[in-house]
C-alpha cells in the first residue's frame, strides 16, 4: 500500500472537514498497478499555514482556495512554482471564482473544483491525480531501469487492451459460427466494430509511447530549423483519408515556410493530435482550418474546428492525463484520453502556450504560442 499526503488549504472548516471524512478510506487501485494508493490528509486555514505545511510535510497533492485570509490561493501557487515544488495543485474555488481558477490553471495548477461539489467529484478528480502520480513514477523509472519497471509498464497496456481484443475475439467467433446468416454482409457491422477497435488500441499504443517520451525525457532530442508549415501539410496529408472518410474539409492557411529551432518528431505529435481530434470530433460536411503565423512575440498554430464543442467545464478537464470527455455525442468516439496531456506538456517544454475555446456544437479552437525569441528564426 502507497500512501499520498493530500494537503488542504481553506479557511472554511466544512470544506476541510468534508475532504478528510469523504479521502478516510478512501483508495485508489488498478489492476496495473503494483499496489493499491491511499491518503492522509493534512489540513490548513491560512496561506501561511499552508506554505509552513508545505515545507514541514511535503505533501503530494495540494487543495488550494483562493481566497484566504492573509495571503491568497494564487501566492501559494506562485510560492509553489518559485520553489519549483513537486507537488499537484488542485484549486477549489466557487463559480463566481471559475475565471480565477482557469487563470491558476494556466499558471501550474493541474485542475480545479468547483464548491459546493460532491463527494464523487472529489474522488473522481483524486482518481486522475494518482493515476498521473503513478505513472509519471513509472515513465521516470522506465527512462533509466530494467526489467521490472518495463513489465509495469506493459502490464498498463495489457489492461488497457483486454477489452477491445476480448470484443474482436468474440465478434471472430460470431462469424466463424455464422450466428448471423451466410451471407458476408450479415456481419459488417462486427467487421467494422473490429476494425474501430483495432484502430482505438494502435492509438492507445503510440500514444503511450508518446506520453512515456516526454515524461521521462528523450536520450537525445534532435534539436534542428524545422519549417512548421511543412510539418502541418505533412501531419494533413496524414490525415486525409480519414477526413474523406469523415466528410472533412481540410485547409491549411499559412506563409510559404515559419522557421524554428525544435525536435520535428515533437512538432509533428502537435500537429497529428490537434489535427485528428478535429477531425475526430467533427460533424459530417465540417471543416478544419490550420493557421500558421508569426508575429512580433510568437509563433502559432491555431487550428479550427466546426464539431460538436465542448462546455467551459469540460474545457478545464481535457488537458489531464487519461482524461475523455463522455456524453451523448461522444460515447461511439474511441480515443486513449492522452492526445491533449501530451500536445500540452511538448508545448510547455518549448516555453510556449496552448489556449482553447469552445461553445458546444459550434466548434473548437486550439491556439499554440512559441515564444519567438526562443523558437522561431
Do not use: W
Amino acid at each position: 500500500m502507497s500512501t499520498l499526503k493530500i494537503l488542504v488549504v481553506d479557511d472554511e472548516p466544512g470544506i476541510r472537514s468534508g475532504v478528510s471524512r469523504i479521502l478516510r478510506n478512501f483508495r485508489v487501485d488498478y489492476p496495473f498497478m503494483d499496489e493499491a494508493f491511499e491518503f492522509v490528509v493534512i489540513e490548513a486555514s491560512t496561506g501561511e499555514e499552508g506554505i509552513e505545511l508545505i515545507e514541514q510535510k511535503q505533501p503530494d497533492i495540494l487543495l488550494l482556495d483562493n481566497k484566504l485570509p492573509g495571503i491568497q490561493g494564487i501566492e501559494v501557487l506562485e510560492y509553489i512554482k518559485k520553489k519549483q515544488k513537486k507537488i499537484i495543485v488542485v484549486m477549489i474555488t466557487s463559480y463566481a471564482s471559475l475565471e480565477l481558477a482557469v487563470k491558476a490553471t494556466s499558471d501550474g495548477a493541474y485542475d480545479f473544483i468547483p464548491k459546493p461539489f460532491t463527494p464523487q467529484e472529489l474522488k473522481s478528480s483524486i482518481e486522475n491525480i494518482t493515476k498521473r502520480v503513478f505513472l509519471k513514477k513509472m515513465t521516470n523509472k522506465l527512462h533509466d531501469t530494467g526489467k521490472q519497471i518495463r513489465f509495469t509498464f506493459l502490464s498498463v497496456l495489457s489492461h488497457e487492451l483486454k477489452a477491445p481484443l476480448n470484443a474482436i475475439e468474440g465478434y471472430l467467433k460470431m462469424i466463424r459460427e455464422r450466428q448471423s446468416g451466410n451471407k458476408i454482409e450479415d456481419y459488417d457491422v462486427m467487421i467494422d466494430r473490429s476494425l474501430e477497435r483495432i484502430k482505438g488500441m494502435r492509438n492507445l499504443i503510440l500514444d503511450l509511447l508518446d506520453l512515456t517520451k516526454v515524461e521521462s525525457g528523450k536520450a537525445t532530442r534532435n534539436i534542428i530549423e524545422v519549417d512548421l508549415v511543412q510539418l502541418a501539410r505533412t501531419a494533413m496529408d496524414t490525415m486525409r483519408p480519414y477526413s474523406i472518410q469523415r466528410d472533412v474539409r481540410l485547409d491549411l492557411i499559412a506563409p510559404e515556410s515559419v522557421v524554428m529551432m525544435a525536435d520535428a518528431d515533437e512538432i509533428e505529435i502537435i500537429f497529428n493530435n490537434l489535427i485528428s481530434n478535429a477531425i475526430k470530433y467533427n460533424r459530417e460536411g465540417g471543416s478544419v482550418q490550420c493557421t500558421i503565423r508569426k508575429n512580433e512575440t510568437s509563433c502559432e498554430i491555431i487550428v479550427v474546428d466546426t464539431g460538436i464543442g465542448m462546455s467551459p467545464d469540460d474545457i478545464d478537464k481535457i488537458f489531464g492525463d487519461f482524461v475523455r470527455i463522455k456524453n451523448e455525442k461522444t460515447k461511439n468516439i474511441t480515443g486513449s484520453g492522452l492526445g491533449l496531456s501530451i500536445v500540452k506538456k511538448l508545448t510547455e517544454n518549448y516555453g510556449g502556450t496552448i489556449d482553447v475555446s469552445s461553445s458546444p456544437d459550434q466548434g473548437s479552437t486550439f491556439k499554440i504560442s512559441l515564444p519567438i525569441e526562443k523558437t522561431c528564426l
